[in-house]
């Protein structure tokens, strides 16, 4: 908690910073290629514009940026715009249709939607073409839903979860004036009692990697419900103390049934086969394409400079279903790091068309950065007319059990970076099979014949990890008597996991960086380079991002690593897959202690699905080893007790690090407070369970 003195700073610098992180916010969410978005100020300037915009008004952004609304339209209405906009300025929306001139001075009519003070003293504007507004009404095929058509609600949180700024925009939404909301808790949105310590536990994975994003109901002062999808993004100062939060919001009502028939669609799609290529690697800023590999290049036909100055590969009139599906890859990412991967076309210079696969990682929102995969099907295609006579690509999947919606999302985006050499980063809290997930990636990879190699960095001491990566030769250091081949060299041809990246030392990570980008190293003691050809897959439960901010991470290495991010979702996230996991985990250890255990009391299975699993898999899994050991008959004899006793502990503190101080403090008791044999039961590093006891406050008279 802030006391009153950090709270009158925070406010301050939330004051001062706050407006500029919204707007970063806000031009994240809303920003994308299609959409023609202009931000304007009172006076009718325009401070901000999409490529969208550019595309309809004809000329680059910045040349669109610090004009007026009056440059671009016709003589004639001029005077009435000037009246439109005070009476805009009154009543804060406004709707209708402009003739705009544009720079070769052809007239075009459009439609326009505006909307007062989404932003402190930022209105946003709309465009559309009115003749492609009247031949989408008449053409199915085309978007029916205008998603240009939306408001947005965007305020500010302090450090707490409590608002401290409320704009036009979500008054409008909520129906709350600023008065009514100031000072309270961002949970009085949502319905229910259990609001709050959900809301809590957003903040703090907010918190953590940076911005979290959602789709819940909330309710309105009138007590009415509508569908929201929400992005929290931390806001942090230089020294990366939180300051708070910047909060976005808009109402998905009439999409959210749409949107479910696009997830029931996507569950049918195809998998990804190993022979799929990469065709590129596209990233940038917002809509902005700054970066641009030379194997999407050749795919396309265009050169570098084509595509920077904003030439368009993607079909113009594309069926319904795509733009859907681009609008709702573009949700994914940012609710979840990395979108489920589509299919869709894209047009080569000379014309023709190319089927592709596609998915898009958001890699941070401020400011905002993301990266797109693009697979060729082209191979595929052909091979789906041809019988193959080769062996069938193994399950990748078999040691993952869940069905529910986020681990099926994993399994999507394992199945499209596999084929592919990219470097992948698996982040999530121990025990949610981040190395199951490693292995799943090499299974179906063009390296699933050549070894998988694992290497645990915090299990190995500091001095000794050089040689267990690089290996050594002999006189490299007293006791080395013989030379050693170390993980790189092991994994060539294959797959290299590191597990607990961010336990690797500071002063190792530049070897290990040369390594990546080289492709070559030395073993330590010796002067020849080695070539590798190795595929690299990290894993880590840390916050990297927080500790590249505090120097204990190189940010050069931390990008190296994060081509493409695979966040594994705690258990309390996808809830229905419990009994799945329990039943499995039952009939594994009741065959190793050969016994006979048929079902589990629905009261378990019911309190099973209760407990939000700190520990996650790995603890439901020693819990129904424990189960069974004591169960004697047919019926799975589970401590249920404790779950109870546990869960009646929390639901009393709301407190973002109680959920995990509680668990620590348990197993601490319950190993007569050994450290090391506490660090394994907990599956972490002795010297990360230090930290975490440090951090939270915990003691030997706690125990």
Known sequence: MHSSTSLSQTNRWLAENGPKELESLFRAIV????????????????????????????????????????????????????????????????????????????????????????????????????????????????????????????????????????????????????????????????????????????????????????????????????????????????????????VGVRDFSDRHERDEKLRRTRAHMRAVPSESSVAGVVSGELDRIPEVNDAFLELVGYSREDLLAGRLVWPDLTPSEYVALDEFAHEEGLRFGASTPFEKELIRQDGTRVPVLVTTAVLKLSPFRWITFVNDLRERNRQENIDEGGGEVPNAFEEIIGSGTA?????????????????????????????????????????????????????????????????????????????????????????????????????????????????????????????????????????????MEDKLFRSDLYYRLKVFPITTPPLRDHPEDI???????????????????????SETMKALERWPW???????????????ILSRGTSLRAPISELRANATEIGNDSTFDHLERNHILQVLRETGGVISVAANRLGVPRTTLNALMKKLGISRSDL
Request: net charge positive.
């Open 31 to 246: 920003f994308q290629p299609s959409a023609s978005v202009l931000l304007t100020d009172d006076d009718r300037r325009y401070r901000e514009a999409s490529v969208g915009a550019a595309k309809l008004l004809g000329l680059p952004r910045q040349e669109i940026i610090g004009r007026s609304l009056d440059d671009f339209a016709v003589s004639a209405i001029k005077p009435a715009i000037s009246e439109r906009w005070e009476a805009f300025l009154e009543e804060g929306e406004q709707a209708g249709t402009l003739q705009l001139l544009g720079p070769d001075g052809t007239t075009r009519d459009v439609e326009y939607s505006a909307k007062g003070n989404v932003l402190p003293v930022r209105h946003l504007l709309l465009l559309r073409d009115r003749a492609k507004a009247a031949k989408a009404a008449k053409d199915l095929s085309l978007n029916p839903l205008p998603s240009w058509v939306q408001d947005y609600a965007l305020f500010l949180l302090d450090a707490n979860g409590e608002i401290v700024a409320w704009y036009a925009g979500a008054e409008r939404i909520y129906g709350f004036k600023d008065g009514e909301t100031i000072g309270r808790h961002l949970s009085v949105l949502y319905p229910g009692e259990e609001a709050f310590g959900k809301q809590q536990k957003q903040l703090k994975r907010a918190f953590a990697e940076g911005h979290v994003g959602d789709e819940a109901w909330q309710v309105k002062k009138s007590g009415s419900r509508f569908w929201a999808n929400v992005i929290i993004m931390a806001l942090k100062d230089e020294h990366a103390n939180l300051q708070g939060f910047a």
């Open 614 to 628: 700190p520990g996650n898999v790995r603890e439901l899994e020693n819990f129904i080893e424990r189960s069974v």
């Open 407 to 547: 681990m099926k999302r994993v399994m999507r985006q394992v199945e499209m970076v596999a084929p592919t050499d990219a470097t992948v980063l698996i982040l999530g809290e121990t025990g949610t099979g981040k190395e199951l997930i490693a292995r799943a990636i090499h299974r179906i990879s063009p390296r699933r014949n050549h070894p998988f190699i694992s290497l645990n960095c915090a299990a190995i001491p500091t001095g000794l990890l050089e040689s267990e990566l690089f290996g050594y030769e002999r006189g490299a250091f007293t006791g080395a008597l013989g030379q050693k081949i170390g993980r790189f060299e092991m994994a060539h041809g294959g797959t290299l996991l590191l597990d607990e990246v961010g336990d690797i030392p500071l002063d190792l990570q530049p070897k290990l960086l040369r390594a990546l980008q080289e492709k070559s190293f030395e073993r330590l003691g010796g002067t020849r380079t080695i070539p590798i050809d190795v595929r690299l897959v990290a894993a880590t439960n840390r916050n990297l991002t927080k500790m």
């Open 579 to 601: 009994p799945l996991l329990a039943r499995h985990f039952t009939r594994r250890y009741a065959a190793k202690m050969d016994r006979r255990i048929d079902s589990i009391p």
